[in-house]
């Protein structure tokens, strides 16, 4: 199972997904990829000074000053899931 | 004491009546990992903190009253204009009966909001930690609220405070790393 074929960044990439067992008498149609996300606070640690910023109004808008901080949510639903 | 200013955090805007919605979003208004919870958890466990952090929870109190504000918007732009019909039809019957189309502070299953949502244990790590889990269970909360809601609005701004609840998150963190130092005390052993 490769979920990322491409180098992972945790600050960028911070969906995460599992694959549940799927039994053939279920009676929903199976969801094989359930998701979650893992936002960048995880990894921070202590907030390093310096760090890259937004531009001011743009920093308003969402919610946080630094890229590294920024965690993006898609509808679930939305999201494009791998199968194993 | 605080300052007010009349104005929100983020620009609430509503794209259709839809007290359906409303319902949903009021678990974020008086409910367990609600803002009011939020705020009342922060604000009162600071005193009995270290002095460290006393200034981050007083913060991020605040700015969860902040949040609270965004939400009763929400809601009350969501069904200010709804009929009793409609509102009955989005399972607010009973919350017409009790209080009109007057915010509550119950989750979105009704239930009213209780002091027993939160908790002020007096030790610094045991407190942070759960204002950690707080952060993150709000966040959760919200995203749950996005995955349900088909109002590109109101996604809009519950997509903001749900980024504000990582950077709430974060700076809890932070609070951890500064009471786990030996502060003013002697380094020797």
């Not at chain 2, 007057?102 to 002020?120: C, M, R, S």
Request: proline share 9%; charged share 25%.
């Amino acid at each position: 199972m490769e979920p990322y074929p491409y180098t992972v960044n945790p600050f960028v990439h911070q969906d995460r997904f599992w694959y549940p067992f799927v039994s053939p008498f279920d009676p929903c149609p199976p969801i094989r990829a359930k998701r979650y996300v893992v936002p960048p606070n995880q990894f921070l640690g202590f907030q390093p000074p310096n760090l890259l910023q937004f531009p001011p109004a743009q920093a308003l808008m969402k919610g946080t000053l630094w890229p590294a901080l920024f965690s993006p949510y898609k509808k679930t639903g939305k999201v494009e899931i791998k199968d194993p | 004491m605080w300052v007010y200013e009349k104005k929100l955090q983020y620009p609430v805007r509503v794209s259709q009546c839809n007290p359906t919605l409303a319902k949903y979003l009021i678990e974020q208004y008086g409910g367990a990992d609600g803002e009011l919870a939020a705020a009342l958890r922060y604000l009162n466990q600071r005193y009995t903190l270290p002095d460290k952090v006393t200034g981050l929870l007083t913060d991020i109190g605040t700015e969860e009253f902040a949040h609270l504000e965004m939400i009763a918007t929400m809601v009350y732009k969501l069904t200010k204009d709804a009929t009793p019909e409609q509102l009955k039809e989005a399972g607010l019957g009973d919350h017409y009966a009790d209080h009109d189309r007057a915010l509550f502070y119950h989750n979105a299953a009704g239930n009213p909001f209780t002091a027993t949502y939160i908790q002020a244990k007096g030790d610094p790590i045991a407190d942070l930690y759960e204002d950690i889990a707080a952060e993150e269970k709000a966040r959760a909360t919200y995203q749950w609220l996005i995955d349900i809601s088909d109002d590109p609005d109101i996604n809009d701004g519950l997509k903001f405070l749900r980024e504000r609840e990582v950077v709430h998150s974060q700076r809890f963190r932070e609070a951890v790393e500064l009471i786990k130092e030996y502060n003013e005390q002697k380094n020797f052993f």
